[in-house]
């Protein structure tokens, strides 16, 4: 389907109404259904959105960089006036009272809300298994996982139902899943983009970004949501960047630095020949490659689920059957009437988590767990200050295997926590990190080079994304995309 | 993982679990606690600890003044239950 950048042009200019591509977005949305891509198909709000984008134009208004673009929306994000269910039973019939403030921008941008997509069950998942709902399925094979937990997201712009969509990031949520579906995500720095709006579930961690087809496309998006915004009080006052103006940058002489740790043992064959292939086109363009060393990675894995799952624990300690939300009331008083909802509401992935941040917080364990978990958590972060102090950017993979077998990882929770182990370092220190595709492997699947770059540098890393971008060319399309 | 130690985290988290599930997480506990066990060697003795991102530079101060939110009856459209314009909860005073 068209880009982005190719939509917003055509609406501007007048040679396509907002109103036509939104038709199509429908009927693309509709023909892509048994993909599993949407917990809700929004037709009657796009189109009227749509048309009224379309009076705007009539009239003279200025559009903005998103004008008539469809984009579909992570079900974690609020949506006045439609259901958002984060993926879960707890939510099944919520409907926000207000906007997130990146819908909010992508409104005031020209751009109109398409549907709300499918995820694991408060984000807590790495292949949209953990929904509550369905499972979204990989447009490239049908028969395997598009990842998570913004795997709808994911699935809704590599099946070409719509040209834009918004992920949440909270250890790999959107880049593992660009990967394995073959398309560009953007996990922005931690501040960069406003979380109100955000269902939380890791609030140190959690930051919205952009998939789409192509870097140019996320870049743009990623423009329209990131600013401050006084209502999420970890989102900072930056200047305003041009990260599309980034993505034609020179990236001749910058200097880029190979993980070593990420490249041992557990990495798929395959991904390590597709990956070293895109850094060698860097290198060919002019940019030095030299080893660095993150030595604090093997740690990754254990800090984050420490910290994740503490975090956890007290955000979804709201989900208590009062103010919103699922409400089961046996006999038995207040204390019955929480756990007999929390029970009803949560999936064993989320009651897992909860327990296990429950236990790391509890009197006795604080220590043990969740305070030691933060001092690791620095020594990674500092892993990174000092990488960076010698390169411009890491290179590595995003996922260390392609898309896997729905089903494969269910049964044992670690293994799915070890599918996220290349993404969760750069979440921790709050770096941020582009996924983009590199050539697919033999069989037809997905592979994702991760470039990670100092924080607030996201328009390095887009840079180079865009760089490798035009040497590798197009890509093939999934077998299983909307035509 | 004993069995007792898991109804009390459940009991803490306000869940309430089966027999079932408690037999099963208990094991999942058991299992991710021990992995996450090898944190136990770090060395973290002058280490701080990192709360969050950037806490320091963020827009933790503004100024407090009154900004439009959500009426009362759009914070009350979500609630299972209200009663006199308040959310309403089972008895839990004798």
């Given at each position: 389907m068209d880009s982005i950048v190719d939509i917003a042009g055509r609406v501007t200019r007048g040679e396509a109404s907002a109103r036509e591509i939104a038709t199509d977005a429908v009927r693309r949305m509709k023909a892509g259904a048994e993909l599993g891509a949407f917990i809700s198909v929004l037709e009657d709000e796009l189109l009227a959105e749509a048309t009224a984008v379309d009076e705007r134009r009539a009239r003279g208004e200025a559009l903005g960089p998103l004008a008539g673009v469809p984009v579909a929306v992570k079900d974690a994000i609020c949506?006045?006036?439609v259901r958002t269910t984060a993926g879960s039973r707890a939510l099944e019939g919520w409907v926000a009272p207000y906007d997130a403030h990146v819908v909010s921008r992508l409104r005031a941008a020209g751009a109109v809300v398409c549907g709300k997509t499918n995820m694991d069950e408060f984000a807590m998942g790495s292949s949209n298994e953990n929904s509550a709902f369905f499972p979204a399925k990989n447009p490239h094979d049908p028969t395997r996982a598009p990842g998570g937990s913004s795997g709808g997201s994911a699935v809704a712009v590599a099946a070409e139902m719509a040209p834009a969509s918004l992920g949440s990031d909270t250890g790999g949520s959107?880049?593992?899943?660009?990967?394995?579906t073959g398309i560009v995500g953007v996990k922005p720095s931690y501040g960069r983009v406003s979380r109100f709006g955000l269902v939380a579930f890791a609030s140190s961690l959690d930051q919205i970004g952009p998939f789409a087809g192509d870097v140019r496309g996320a870049a743009r998006v990623l423009g329209v949501i990131a600013g401050h915004d006084p209502r999420d009080m970890t989102c900072r006052a930056l200047e305003a960047v041009d990260f599309e103006a980034a993505c034609g940058r020179d990236v001749s002489g910058l200097r880029l630095g190979v993980p070593e740790e990420y490249f041992a043992e557990g990495l798929d064959a395959e991904v390590e020949t597709r990956v070293r292939e895109a850094i060698a086109a860097l290198e060919a363009r002019g940019c030095k490659v030299a080893p660095v060393h993150l030595p604090h990675t093997k740690h990754a894995v254990a800090t984050y689920y420490v910290i994740a799952t503490a975090e956890a624990s007290s955000n979804l300690s709201r989900?208590?059957?009062?103010?919103y939300g699922l409400r089961?009331?046996?006999?038995?008083?207040?204390?019955?009437?929480?756990?007999?909802?929390?029970?009803?509401?949560f999936g064993k992935e989320v009651k897992r988590r909860i327990l296990l941040g429950t236990y790391v917080l509890s009197a006795g364990h604080y220590d043990a767990y969740y305070a030691k978990a933060q001092r690791v958590r620095t020594l990674i972060a500092r892993d990174f200050d000092a990488a960076f102090a010698e390169v411009d950017a890491i290179v590595c993979p995003t996922s260390p295997t392609p898309a896997f077998p729905l089903g494969e990882r269910t049964r044992d929770p670690l293994s799915m926590y070890l599918s996220d182990v290349y993404t969760l370092p750069a979440s921790l220190a709050g770096v941020p990190a582009v996924s983009v595709p590199c050539a697919p492997t033999a069989a037809g699947l997905p592979v994702g080079l991760q470039i990670v770059t100092r924080r607030d540098d996201e328009a390095t890393a887009l840079?180079?994304?865009?760089?490798?971008?035009?040497?590798?060319g197009p890509l093939p399309r999934a077998r299983g995309a909307v035509t | 993982m004993d069995g007792s130690v898991v109804r009390h985290i459940a009991t803490l988290a306000q869940l309430s679990l089966t027999q079932d599930e408690e037999r099963e997480l208990g094991g999942d506990l058991e299992r991710i606690l021990a992995f996450v066990a090898e944190l136990e060697a770090v060395p973290t003795a002058d280490v701080p600890p990192m709360t969050h991102a950037n806490l320091a530079d963020a827009a933790a101060w503004r100024e407090d003044v009154v900004t439009p939110g959500l009426d009362h009856d759009e914070a009350m459209s979500g609630a299972p239950r209200v009663e006199g314009g308040g959310f309403a909860v089972p008895g839990f005073v004798g």
């Open positions: 949506t006045r006036g959107i880049r593992q899943p660009a990967a394995l989900y208590d059957g009062v103010r089961v009331e046996p006999q038995g008083g207040l204390a019955a009437m929480y756990g007999a909802t929390r029970d009803a509401a840079a180079l994304a865009a760089a490798w971008e035009a040497d590798r | -």
